[in-house]
């Protein structure tokens, strides 16, 4: 597809589980963003990758988030150890060039248990 | 850090109506973008109207414009000839020039048009 594509579009889990959320941004985007939206609030900045590398990940809530881009494509942010305050939707944005607006996916609504 | 506030939780409008929605941001940068983002229950977020700072002159796209006041630090969008589909969440955002140009966000705006 010509979007950005983020799949499960829900994932649900009891807490204390491990979630992986794939995120599959627009063929020749160089930049990827993952964003956290907790209800009724603006997504907030989790981590930047450039290419294969997380260049900015500042926006880690803790050791229990990562997340990985081996081959500067596809992108996977991993959850250990679920807590109910990770319930959120995660977005995944990407990004041609400096300068070019982000384009997001349709997210993943994470429900923890 | 910088900071977006929507201070308007929601709002509604006629169709065929105007409407505005505001924003604050506050940054010590020079060089930024600001930017409209609609969310409609998809969940996905839409690119509405961007606003490149050194820029004096207002976006404009179709019936969304902005009236950006760099000094006030004020970004408000007007929507001109509402449609049912306006319908959406609307949230502002702040984007530094350099390093990861990451967005930060304001809490929204649920915006209802009204038929």
């Known amino acids: 597809g010509a979007g950005v594509s983020q799949t499960p579009s829900n994932k649900v889990t009891e807490k204390g589980k491990y979630v992986e959320l794939r995120c599959d941004p627009i063929?020749?985007?160089?930049?990827l963003y993952w964003y956290r939206q907790s209800l009724g609030q603006g997504p907030e900045f989790l981590i930047y990758?450039?290419?294969?590398?997380?260049?900015?990940d500042s926006g880690l809530p803790n050791d229990r988030f990562f997340a990985v881009r081996p081959e500067g494509s596809v992108s996977t942010l991993k959850i250990q150890r679920t807590e109910r305050g990770d319930s959120a939707v995660y977005l995944c944005?990407?990004?041609?060039?400096?300068?070019?607006?982000?384009?997001f996916g349709d997210g993943t609504r994470l429900s923890i248990l | 850090a910088q900071t977006v506030t929507q201070s308007q939780p929601e709002m509604s409008v006629q169709e065929a109506e105007t409407v505005t929605l505001s924003c604050t941001y506050d940054?010590?940068?020079?060089?930024?973008?600001l930017f409209w983002y609609k969310q409609p229950p998809s969940r996905q977020m839409i690119l509405v109207i961007r606003?490149?700072?050194?820029?004096?002159q207002n976006a404009t796209e179709n019936r969304f414009s902005v009236n950006f006041q760099k000094a006030a630090k004020s970004f408000s969008l007007k929507i001109s000839d509402s449609q049912l589909g306006d319908t959406a969440m609307y949230f502002c955002?702040?984007?530094?020039?350099?390093?990861?140009?990451?967005?930060?966000f304001g809490k929204g705006t649920k915006l209802t048009v009204n038929p």
């Open positions: 955002a702040f984007m530094k020039q350099g390093g990861s140009e990451k967005l930060v």
């Open positions: 063929s020749g985007h160089t930049a």
């Open positions: 990758f450039q290419g294969t590398g997380a260049a900015d």
């Open positions: 606003q490149e700072a050194y820029k004096q």
């Open positions: 944005a990407s990004r041609f060039d400096r300068n070019q607006p982000q384009h």
């Open positions: 940054t010590s940068e020079n060089n930024y973008y």
